[in-house]
């Protein structure tokens, strides 16, 4: 206790990247103590820097940047085309396997004997570690693989408090992403505040200005590029008055500043524009996207932003969408729309993301027929094939909005000549904003690995959304294995090869973090900004890697050292069982929604039921659900490819989890699972309160082993939670207990 | 219709003082020539202003102010004591009559021959009109009197359209107010927002400062003075961190200048207060009130404050209330606290105004024991006499919190030993927010009529808020009766003969006033603020005669000529039926509180019945309401002296309107009316919303007899009221429909 008492409160600002000391390991280990960089490259300085740094940090000794090779053993980091020594490094066929984006690292001469056998040694030359890649924007990549290894944060296969593992560790390390736009989305106000935001104010802006903190961005885009993120917009897609100016002259310098930050991180900016900016801005009396006036004003103000920030990402767009303007206006459609503003970006390699989220915001909720589910198909699959090359439709993973179970897009597959990004969200607008603990990967990893069947078994969303399928490069064929040895141990990574074709696919996901001193309120949202990063470059890392390798780079050195072993699958269990708890004491089966509008955070089971949004679940003295069948019902399931369409459209096959998003069933109605459905609300409500209760228990058992700073915020959190969930439990159950009047088997408390 | 389109669009900024052309009359009657008043008083003198005003404006010619008596025709202004020719006009015993704020009118010495027999003329003296009164105060409330009169605001009596019945007018009034506070509480923040405000910004602050614009407060006073207001509170109960200092130096300036505008009306002004003002203000660690040090920095206060504003009428606390601090903070109780204010403030004559709106903000809907509609009750009564003689508690109507419906509060009468102000809202905060028409008069008046049989039979309300009841000096022998006779026709006014021990009592009303051009956002509800102060005045009015005087004062004139004989009583009619229509079609049978948290503008059945509030109407699949009977329920029924607690206890006795505030019931109870709870639920809100149509429907007949200006903006509203009163009627219907599962015998459409 004493040991803990002596160190400073961590706040959790340094999140996975504090690069604690190795109290194990003496010195710097020699092949790190000189680090050569050939090129003049902003992002490889960047690369030099962020290694150098983290060296220092974790060995207590700095190393030294060189431009030339030494005789001494050193780290090179450069790339193929630019940097002779590295490229030498590796055969053409080799670098050839290296995308845009990708990275390879190789290293040392001197392997374990112990384990030489276990693995082919051909490509292993020299006596130094290199960080290769066909960009610097690789190179960088590679470096913050390289330090995520040092940190100890990779399944346990290297041993950084050995210095024996770290003097001799055997690197052969491909890696490309999966995904060419890996994005956040930021919904920063220019006032400061951030919609859906749980992290504190806007990072980005104050008062109806740029922020002048950029140490803070600085920090932020580190955070971004350790993980893979390589574009980012910066503020909200609500695009109310003052930002709309974001595209002129008063604010561009301070965009083409934030944009000089991120880019030295290999991130490009991107703006959420205004589509009535030609009102606005231009003084002229429509945005009608066919009238050659407002082209063209579109056109001379692309001139000015490329002018201002050469590299600008291009524009996002949410048109039409919860009483935005856009070409419904002028009686055009979205293609119309998006395609004008693509012409204006196209001069200057501008991409226009154009969002799905269209949908009637002013339903009657007394009108059954109109299906908010189905709008998004029903807006855009008519108009697929329509758009220019330089037009991306970015989906949101689910038909309705984030909510914690929902099925998958069908508009993912339907679009066979469109590119697609497909949006997910890091904010917990609908899953206990920040307030309750809920890891995400998992979800995201449901909807990725999700078949559409498009075009027959295997095609997945992490295919569609990767452009593998419809670039028809992709195939398991053509997938490379790249062997992998660290340390004294040895796996191998499967890496999809670059595919030229896929430039203008991805995902994108809406950020969490703000200006709170551990960056999302919650610490352990971390683990959702680090894992969307993770998953968006690699998707075949399953939940469980992605908690583990967070959880070790947040947490190891952190404590005691010898109490840190129990701490780690601890805290990966808590994360790992928390979206199905979060599920199972909110709303019930797949019908989302109970809470109040306006803030989102429940539980308010009549909040959405009579209101505008097309968002209910019919719940009656006999009943609850949507009847979303093509028989007797909305037709939504019928949106699907097959076998999903048939599936969905009985409850004889439709999952338990998505019950009630595709059927308005009888309380009594009986669950795959053998329970009924009221049954199933009364068990899961009370398990989900019991094992909400449970997180905040491991928590405080592992008390000893955490940093006091660490510690009281997260269990702050917990403890509402654990009331919260309480709350939900209760409230729900008793709002069907009092509606159905049929009693809980195992008569429990409800009121 | 072209005549109309001739006139200016009128805002309704002046109200019911806008004094329009006499198009009938050509001349100023003779003896409205000349004003005289020979008092050096800012009170006389705003008063011969508003006189000299009034009657420029509706007779085209401005009479001459004189400080002697002219040969010729004149009206004289001025106080008993001070004014000699004035207290000629009135026997001793005349004068005596006179309460402190009271006044007599008396005039002509030429009565009209044919009517000579009809009426006693020994009082009639001279060939002048008097106003005279104990203070200038009443002199000033008089000339409104006569004022009101001449713009023919007084039930057909007077013909101001007649030069005949103008120039021989006989008058002689007496009219005292029942009720010596007549205030007026604004729950203004200094930000400029008003706390449920529906009429726009706060006219009195603005950005933390006080406004620049005193012609607005001054036309604000006179509005007030004209219907007998005279005690303001000025920000709001909750006070906030800014609104604190408003007792210091930083504020106190301002405040002194407000006061200034008030005072030139007779209006004293008071502040809301923070009880840890010591704390904030003070720098000391406790504000309990049995601490020496803050009881000594309390009266340092007062004498800081006092030396700023020396005629400031007192504090208004709101303590231990929805989280503002208070005594019970240290373990006292409330008297402790208030007496500790009184004393800080009585060398100044100072009042603390001490709300009893004190319940537990933190309940646990799960908990049906605890029940808000007791808190008043259980708070206070046990304290009655502990308190100082210049602290006033103030009680709201209803034991809940300004509901459509609620049973009258039984803390009224229940304090034999209290001084007490009645607390109601002219602020349509839970009956329609100034955009549905809701008249409250008929509601007040239930309130004031209701007998709490305190001491036997006749223990109404009114007689208790005015003190008559406990200063033992009312009796229906006491009162008197004073003949009034104008122009051509007679009648009787009866009036509360004076009570010299009832100063510390009266009414309170929470304002509906901001910064709209019409004061109250909806023009129909200026009849709101204008009731209230008559009512406060002379609490026998009829809701039928408030409403006559105030449409006739509103709209006489204003259409074309002819046409306005149609508009008085239809326009009246729409007052008169709008509370039951908004009853009718919103929470039913008294139940209450099915709106939104937060807003409270409905309809949200369940928007309450989980929350923390004590607001709860626990409907299930079998019936509602809440049991509030001694025998099974809370108690709260037993609050209530006999005939009013057995009246409550039983279902075969509790009014049906008041029916599931203290009765759960099954939706097959069958009401006293003969129906069904569930179809009672059915008809309202069918029939309540076909006749907020009708109210459009009535107004746009209307059209051609209103000036368009404000013609279009009740419209605005009237139409808005239309369709939301559908979509009550369609949420409460479905809601009940799916809870219950019983059809509407009518087969009409429910969701």
Redesign the interface.
């Given at each position: 206790m004493s040991k803990r008492m002596d160190m400073q409160k961590e706040s959790g600002y340094d999140a996975w990247l504090h690069y604690r000391r190795n109290r194990k390991v003496k010195n710097l280990p020699a092949w790190c103590k000189v680090i050569v960089v050939q090129e003049a490259d902003e992002v490889l300085h960047t690369a030099a820097s962020e290694l150098q740094h983290g060296l220092s940090s974790m060995f207590g000794q700095q190393p030294r940047i060189s431009a030339v090779p030494v005789s001494a053993p050193f780290i090179a980091l450069g790339t193929f085309q630019e940097h002779a020594w590295v490229a030498e490094r590796f055969s053409p066929e080799e670098q050839a396997e290296v995308s845009t984006e990708g990275y390879r690292i190789r290293g040392m001469g001197t392997p374990n004997p112990a384990h030489s056998t276990s693995h082919d040694n051909k490509d292993i030359k020299g006596t130094h570690v290199t960080v290769a890649g066909q960009t610097s924007k690789g190179v960088l990549y590679g470096v913050f693989h390289l330090l995520r290894y040092l940190q100890g944060g990779l399944d346990g296969k290297l041993d950084p408090t050995s210095e024996e593992s770290l003097q001799a560790p055997i690197l052969d390390v491909l890696s490309n992403p999966a995904n060419s736009i890996r994005m956040i989305n930021h919904w920063d106000n220019m006032d400061g505040s951030v919609e859906r935001g749980y992290a504190g104010a806007s990072i980005f802006y104050d008062n109806h200005a740029f922020t002048t903190n950029m140490d803070r961005l600085r920090d932020y885009a580190r955070l971004l590029a350790s993980v893979g993120i390589q574009a980012l917009s910066i503020n909200n897609v609500n695009v109310h008055h003052v930002e709309t100016e974001l595209i002129t002259a008063t604010f561009l310098p301070d965009v083409a500043r934030v944009a000089a930050v991120f880019r030295a991180y290999g991130i490009q900016i991107y703006l959420s524009i205004n589509y009535a900016s030609p009102i606005q801005l231009g003084g002229l009396t429509t945005a009608d996207p066919l009238d050659p006036g407002v082209a063209e004003w579109w056109q001379a103000k692309a001139r000015e932003v490329y002018a201002a920030v050469p590299d600008l990402g291009g524009f996002v767009v949410k048109a039409d969408s919860e009483n935005r303007p856009g070409p419904f206006s002028y009686g055009r459609h979205h293609a119309d729309g998006a395609n004008m503003l693509a012409d204006a970006l196209r001069p200057y390699g501008g991409r226009v993301i154009w969002r799905c989220f269209v949908y009637d915001c002013k339903q009657d909720?007394?009108d059954r027929k109109t299906d908010r589910a189905r709008a998004a198909f029903d807006h855009f699959k008519p108009l697929d094939g329509l758009f220019r090359d330089n037009v991306i439709l970015q989906i949101k993973n689910g038909p309705m909005d984030f909510q914690v179970r929902e099925p998958v897009s069908p508009l993912f597959g339907a679009l066979k000549a469109t590119q697609v990004l497909l949006e997910f969200q890091i904010a917990q607008e609908y899953t206990g904003q920040q307030r309750h603990l809920c890891y995400l990967v998992p979800q995201w990893k449901e909807v990725l690995d999700f078949d559409t069947y498009a075009q027959g078994k295997g095609s997945t969303i992490k295919r569609i959304v990767s452009g593998a399928l419809h670039s028809k490069s992709d195939s398991v064929s053509s997938r490379r294995k790249a062997i992998v040895h660290v340390g004294s141990g040895s796996f191998q990574e499967e890496q999809t090869s670059p595919s030229p074709k896929r430039g203008n696919y991805g995902i994108a996901a809406v950020s969490n973090i703000g200006a709170d001193a551990n960056w999302t309120g919650h610490l352990l949202a971390q683990s959702n900004l680090y894992g969307y990063g993770r998953l968006a470059w690699d998707p075949e890392l399953s939940a469980d890697e992605i908690a583990n390798e967070w959880v070790r780079l947040t947490f190891s050195g952190q404590g005691t050292e010898d109490a840190s072993a129990d701490l780690i699958p601890a805290i990966k269990q808590m994360l790992l069982d928390s979206w199905n708890i979060y599920e199972s004491y909110t709303a019930p089966l797949g019908v989302g929604w109970m809470v109040s509008p306006?803030h989102h955070y429940g539980?308010?089971?009549?909040g959405y039921e009579?209101s505008m949004w097309g968002t209910y679940h019919f719940?009656?003295?006999?009943g609850i659900g949507v009847d979303r069948t093509t028989a007797t019902g909305t037709g939504y399931a019928g949106q699907y490819f097959s076998p999903h369409a048939d599936i969905y459209e009985s409850t004889d096959t439709c999952p338990d989890e998505l019950l009630l998003f595709f059927h308005h069933v009888p309380y009594t109605h009986t669950l795959h699972s053998g329970q009924t459905v009221i049954q199933h609300i009364y068990d899961t409500h009370f398990e989900g309160a019991e094992r909400a209760a449970q997180l905040k228990d491991t928590w405080i058992s592992l008390r000893e082993q955490l940093n006091e700073g660490i510690y009281e915020q997260v269990l702050e959190r917990l403890e509402h939670q654990a009331e919260h969930a309480k709350e939900w439990r209760?409230?729900i159950n008793?709002?069907f207990?009092?509606?159905?009047?049929i009693a809980d088997q195992k008569n429990r408390p409800i009121?």
């Open positions: 909720w007394r306006g539980p308010d089971v009549d009579y719940a009656d003295c006999r209760d409230r008793t709002y207990y009092r509606k159905s009047g009121y």
